[in-house]
């Protein structure tokens, strides 16, 4: 399969469909790619039903290491 393309996602259901497995569609949500998406998912849902979840504890425990990370061009 090829990755990082616009096909990815219909493959995998064709995939999963030939095996005859059980598939449930979530919602869309924006890749997450880089540290400023990060920090847009993080102010979106901020006061959301995501706010109290694990995810985004972890994710605010690790704001500062975000940070340093954006200042050293790193990627998550």
Do not use: Y
């Amino acid at each position: 399969m090829e990755w990082s393309t616009d096909t990815v996602f219909s493959k995998t259901l064709q995939i999963l469909e030939h095996e005859q497995r059980e598939v449930s569609v979530l919602p869309t949500w924006q890749d997450v790619d880089t540290i400023d998406d990060l920090k847009d998912l993080m102010s979106r849902n901020r006061n959301g039903d995501f706010s109290a979840s694990r995810t985004m504890n972890c994710l605010l425990s690790h704001n500062s290491k975000m940070d340093e990370a954006e200042v050293s061009d790193a990627k998550i």
